[in-house]
């Protein structure tokens, strides 16, 4: 054993290329090391909240006339119907990685520009295989024959290249809307239309090598009262096979549309009997099928209403029994269409669909949880203002992809699987509550994720459905101070990061101020022109304001001869008098707005039979006024008392000073004053002092190590019926910590997770490699073992040093 290693000693020495190599091989294995101990090891799980993360799949000028997606596992393939350039083809698009990344689209096949655009679409379909073989099948039209044929090619490099088209012509004179699938044993299966009897049929075959394919046998047997099957949902499983279909057919005289289902247990060579899983004399149609955890799910369009509503309903037992009564899925009055489904592993199913609600079509999407049975609140997913139809949706690994044609291209969007959104407050300005304060400050707790919080996207605007995308804040923040807030409500937006580089939802705080007096009214009489003599006595007056939305009401008055101050309220726009004498009147109103603040009033005259003249200049220098406070003022809806905060130190921080000042902010209603501030501090939980501060800021001077405490509480008066009322604010308090040996910055602690991993897989790793050349080497040289275990001790104590003098 000594020989050998002697042997190995006099090559290292003797040549440099072998200690190239292995001070190469070590570098290596050093970063192998680290990167399966600390990389690979953090697995982060997460569940979805949201959707984030639009993207277009396809570019621009490539118009989508039908396109159509297959996945199989991290495998994902798009193919698509396009005009580009003045030419029509057919082209694929392929990822590999779970679609995070799709390559530029390749095109398949040129198609020749059709005499007749309503027989043009293609129906394009695409299947990929375990093993990455992809599969495009399509219609033709023959316009000298009008007929349909099949058409289908192959790609054996991931889309890259495609096979010359194969022409499939099964015998039955017609084939059209095909549709493909692999099974598990690669084998490739096509169902498509065709003519049988009276009506049209749902045939099957299959294809092993690609060239020669099976005898086609039919899926169903159709009932003297069936005229054709359409637009089928199937689904492979193992051997097992899903299929479900709009039937067509006459019943009770008349001509209705039904879903049925079958199952096939031999890859599709054969059907059970159809059972119709949709009930009522409606029309249901567009049927789309998916799997949870042995549940068969079943959705589809229905007109029972009048209006195309998404149904679904589900099979506990694989399909062998239904719900009698299906679920609705939309909850609008417009029409829904082409409804896609997709079931997650935390038991929600995903639905999909576009309707008009919005005056243009739109995509949507509905969860339904299968643990509460509780559906979700429907999101509108596309954006922009171009039509956007049929989505189709995926799982991929943890989240949910949907795709939709928007303006002539394939859009789409990720699920947000992990992040959660903060929840916010605000002392400043509570939520639902107007306030004359420009300064915000608002406030949050950070929330919990298994893979960190990287920090937070914020944002003010005055549009409520906002959504920031750029991170602004770092992990470490937990309020925002908002400086010259404008009149009215202005919204403050902000997003969760987490460590994988999710966005939560959005969450969307009001803050309401009114600082500036709002307005004068703008009055009008449809029945009593302003200075106008008017017979009648019953006049009607309305009136608008700008900056409706801070308006609480309207302070008024209505008297003759000469304008008085408004004491009347009223939440309306309008008000209606009668039983009037003749005579001159003044109808005065001013706004006030939610802070109980009056603005500016407008004087209204107006004369009911005759009047006498009178002098306005005496009238002026007698009216008492009505732009100060009103001697009646509705009583504020709700009183909310001054309160204090602690904004720094943040809770639960540490500082390395003995020194640490306090800051408090305040909020208060109108004319409340703060005076002081009293303040307790415990350590290690026994009290250690108290204190008084006539400022907003606290300094604790010459504390020790320890763990602390503080509470504060504010002192302020409040005038009520001409006398000062005082009162004291509830407690504040925080947690902090004061430690003057300087704590290890992160790069330390990164340095010494890095030296613990070192550590401890570094000497594993070398045992396994010598393990590998054979046990006696082991066993053989324990001396050499000890050496790399010293080595390893040595190597981890100066990366602790290297980082420790990093500060």
């Keep these: 054993m000594n020989r050998i290693t002697s042997i190995l000693l006099r090559f290292f020495f003797r040549y440099r290329y072998v200690r190239r190599i292995l001070w190469a091989g070590s570098i290596l294995s050093v970063c192998a090391v680290l990167y399966f101990s600390i990389i690979r090891t953090s697995n982060l799980i997460s569940v979805p909240v949201g959707w984030e993360r639009s993207f277009n799949l396809s570019p621009a000028g490539f118009l989508i006339r039908d396109y159509a997606l297959c996945t199989n596992g991290s495998f994902a393939a798009v193919i698509v119907e396009s ?99 692999y099974d598990e044993r690669q084998i490739l299966h096509i169902y498509y239309l065709a003519p049988e009897g009276s009506g049209f049929n749902l045939f099957h075959t299959s294809t092993a090598d690609g060239v020669v394919f099976e005898k086609p046998e039919t899926v169903v047997r159709l009932a003297s009262s069936m005229k054709g099957a359409f637009f089928p949902s199937i689904i492979y499983d193992g051997r097992k096979v899903y299929a479900a279909w ?200 950070t929330p919990y994720d298994e893979s960190g919080i990287a920090g937070y996207a914020s944002i003010l605007s005055r549009d409520p459905d906002t959504n920031p995308t750029v991170q602004n804040l770092n992990a470490n923040t937990r309020m925002e101070r908002i400086r010259s807030l404008g009149d009215g409500i202005t919204w403050y937006h902000i997003r969760t990061i987490d460590g994988a580089g999710n966005y939560s939802r959005a969450v969307h705080y009001p803050l309401k101020v009114s600082r500036t007096p709002l307005p004068m009214p703008v009055v009008e009489s449809p029945t009593h022109p302003e200075g106008k003599i008017v017979q009648s006595n019953a006049p009607v007056l309305k009136w608008q304001v700008a900056d409706i939305e801070r308006v609480k009401g309207f302070l008024y008055s209505l008297t003759m001869n000469a304008p008085s101050r408004p004491n009347n309220f009223t939440e309306s726009l309008s008000l209606s008098f009668g039983g009037l004498d003749e005579g001159r009147y003044f109808f005065r109103i001013q706004a006030v707005d939610k802070t109980n603040t009056p603005g500016r009033s407008t004087d209204y005259e107006f004369i009911v039979g005759k009047a006498d003249v009178i002098d306005y200049a005496k009238i002026a220098e007698n009216d008492e006024g009505g732009n100060e406070e009103p001697a009646k003022m509705p009583a504020p809806a709700v009183w909310t008392p001054p309160v204090c905060r602690i904004i720094s130190p943040a809770d639960g921080s540490t500082s390395g000073d003995r020194s640490v000042s306090v800051s408090v902010a305040t909020a208060a209603g109108r004319s409340v004053v703060f005076e002081s501030f009293e303040y307790e501090l415990w350590k290690d939980g026994v009290s250690v002092g108290k204190g008084s501060s006539g400022s907003e800021r606290i300094s604790l001077r010459d504390l020790a190590d320890g763990s602390y405490r503080i509470s504060v509480r504010g002192r302020y008066t409040v005038p009520v019926n001409g006398r000062k009322v005082h009162g004291i604010t509830s407690q504040a308090s925080l947690a902090f910590s004061v430690r003057v040996i300087p704590v290890e910055t992160p790069l330390m602690i990164f340095g010494h997770s890095v030296s613990d991993t070192m550590e401890k897989h570094f000497l594993p790793l070398f045992l396994v490699l010598f393990a590998a050349g054979g046990s006696f080497l082991v066993k053989g040289n324990l001396r050499l073992l000890f050496s790399l275990k010293g080595l390893s001790y040595r190597i981890a104590v100066g990366i602790r040093l290297v980082f420790s003098s990093i500060r």
Aim: proline content about 5%; glycine content about 8%; hydrophobic content about 35%.
């Design 246 to 445: 709009q039937a067509r057919g006459i019943e009770r005289e008349k001509l209705t549309d039904d879903i049925y289902f079958s199952t096939s247990k031999n890859y599709g060579s054969s059907w059970a009997g159809p059972v119709r899983i949709s009930s009522g004399n409606a029309i249901n149609s567009s049927p789309v099928l998916t799997l949870s955890k042995g549940m068969v799910i079943c959705a589809f369009e229905n007109n029972e209403r009048k209006n195309w509503e998404i149904r679904f309903v589900m099979s506990l037992d694989g399909g062998d029994t239904w719900d009698a009564v299906p679920l609705t899925v939309s909850s609008t009055n417009a029409n829904c269409y082409s409804p896609s489904i997709s079931a997650t592993d935390s038991d929600d199913i995903v639905f999909f669909w576009y309707d008009n609600r919005e005056g243009a079509d739109r995509i949507f999407s509905r969860k339904y949880g299968l643990n509460d049975n509780r559906f979700s609140k429907e999101l509108s997913l596309s954006e922009g203002t171009d039509q956007a139809r049929f989505p189709l949706s995926f799982i991929s690994g943890k989240r949910v992809v949907a795709l939709w044609e928007q303006g002539g291209r394939i859009r789409g969007k990720f699920s947000d699987v992990s992040a959660v959104p903060p929840k916010l407050r605000s002392y400043t300005h509570p939520e639902g509550v107007w306030t004359k304060n420009s300064e915000a400050v608002v406030e949050w707790d």
């Design 83 to 181: 005009d580009t350039a003045g030419e029509r083809g057919l082209y694929s698009a392929v990822s590999i990685d779970g679609a995070q990344n799709f390559s530029p689209f390749t095109r398949i096949i040129q198609l020749p520009l059709p005499k007749n655009e309503v027989r043009a679409k293609s129906s394009p379909h695409i299947a990929v295989s375990g093993g990455g073989i992809l599969a495009a099948v399509w219609q033709e039209y023959d316009d000298s024959a009008a007929l349909y044929s099949l058409s289908v090619s192959f790609s054996r490099d991931f889309g890259s290249t495609w096979s010359q088209p194969q022409a499939l012509h099964f015998g039955t004179g017609m084939e059209f809307m095909p549709r493909a699938y």
